[in-house]
Each structure stands twice: as structure tokens, then as C-alpha cells.
């Protein structure tokens, strides 16, 4: 994972940060990557990050055998983020 906090100083820069490291993500680094955003202490601009890469891949993962794994990995990751584990249960 690239330096999260010390190439992005503010939020906009930060959520442009993780939006395209989200998109780039491999699949092993997924889930220390969503992780470290997590614990952002930014919750406006953390969720909306999060979300889109939760939409994203959900779509692309909808008839994929692993999509359940996947989403429960995810679940664990946010379970204590209620929208976001809302968002993902949609």
C-alpha cells in the first residue's frame, strides 16, 4: 500500500488517493487496503470511497462463484461501519 497520509494531505486528495488505489488493488492486497481507509478518522469522505469500490465490484463479482466470499471478507473488514455493511447487504 502506497503512503496513504503522507502524499495526501487533505481529504480531497485523499479520497482521489484511494478511489484509484482501490481500482488498482490486486486481489491479495484488497483487504489491508480497505482496511487502512477505514481507519481514516474522515467518515464523510472514507464511506463514499469504500462504497464506490463495494459497487464496483459487486457488479463485476454478481455471477463470479466467489462473489459470497468475497462479500463476507468485505463484511468483516466493515462490520463496524453500519452503512457501510447496510450498503454492502443491499
Known sequence: MNDLNG???????RFAH???ELA??????????VTGIRHDPD??????????HL???AVLLL?????T???????????EREFLARRLRE
Not at 468475497?70 to 466493515?78: K, N
Open 63 to 67: 455471477t463470479d462463484a466467489g462473489c
Open 24 to 33: 488498482v488493488v490486486r486481489v491479495e492486497d484488497e483487504a489491508d487496503l
Open 69 to 79: 466470499a468475497w462479500a463476507r471478507a468485505m463484511a468483516e473488514i466493515i462490520a
Open 55 to 57: 459497487d464496483r465490484l
Open 43 to 52: 467518515k464523510a469522505m472514507v464511506q463514499p470511497a469504500i462504497i464506490r
Open 18 to 20: 484511494y478511489r484509484h
Open 7 to 13: 502524499s495526501a494531505q487533505d481529504e480531497h486528495r
